[in-house]
């Protein structure tokens, strides 16, 4: 298991780390809900709350409704940075990791807004551990998948992302001072569950795996809690 608190603690010296999401990033993604696609980076963020590591369960509250997993590259920060050029962007990049935006979808819809389906405890998931930027580089042309119970439900690149991460880098940077340990997960490709049919939730029991190329595999199983 990816004990993420203690690589963080040991790496930059805390574990509050923000978790700034980017959403509709992929046009198949927009496509496939009827959305235009994006002329800026649309943001969203996620709590600490949300993280887990590797090997750690996703808990679904007990009557939470359609659950889905997102398979994301994220982008984790190094160095304190603000108002960052794009040509720069990198030099305040630490490295990579795999995420998964666990997304419930009847908040999020029928909220009309992101906060509350994003930001349960254990919906965001990374790991296996940190790949430096100094082995990947700007990510350009990475795979990108997800597979639910050994079936794959999405599977695309990183030169598919609209913005790619020296432009999300530096239009981060341009709304708010990033620090040491802050994540930018990059946004997910199609496939996803509520826009598949029949619609493919994330049940109890569930296994499910994202893997982005040259990071590895971020594997979490699923459980229901009890309702109380």
């Known amino acids: 298991m990816y004990d993420w608190r ?9 574990t509050e780390p923000k978790v700034i999401c980017v959403g509709l990033n992929y046009s198949d993604h927009a496509a496939e809900q009827g959305s235009r696609p994006p002329v800026v ?10 993280l887990c590591g590797d090997g750690a369960e996703i808990v679904l509250p007990a009557g939470i409704g ?6 994301e590259l994220a982008v984790v920060i190094g160095r304190e940075a603000r108002d960052v ?3 720069d962007a990198l030099e305040v990049v630490h490295g990579y990791v795999c995420a998964n935006d ?6 999020q819809f029928g909220d009309r807004q992101w906060f509350r389906g ?14 430096p930027v100094s082995e990947l580089a700007d990510a350009g042309d990475l795979r990108v ?3 639910l119970n050994g079936e794959t439900l999405q599977d695309s690149r990183t030169r598919n992302l609209i913005f790619g991460v020296r432009a999300l880098v530096a239009f981060v940077s341009r709304a708010l001072t990033l620090l040491p340990g802050d994540l930018i997960l990059t946004g997910t490709p199609e ?13 109890d029991g569930d296994v499910v795996e994202v893997e982005v190329e040259g990071i590895g595999v971020l594997r979490n199983r699923v459980r229901e809690a009890a309702a109380t």
């Open 66 to 71: 359609h659950v889905d997993s997102e398979a």
């Open 145 to 147: 998948a997800q597979r």
């Open 118 to 131: 994003k930001s349960q405890d254990t919906f965001c998931p990374i790991g296996p551990g940190i790949v």
């Open 102 to 107: 666990v997304s419930a979808r009847d908040l």
């Open 85 to 87: 050029r794009e040509d």
């Open 41 to 50: 980076p649309i943001l969203f963020a996620k709590f600490a709350n949300t």
């Open 6 to 14: 203690d690589d963080w603690q040991t790496r930059f010296g805390r």
């Open 191 to 203: 496939g996803v569950g509520i826009f598949r049919d029949p619609k493919l939730p994330m049940a």
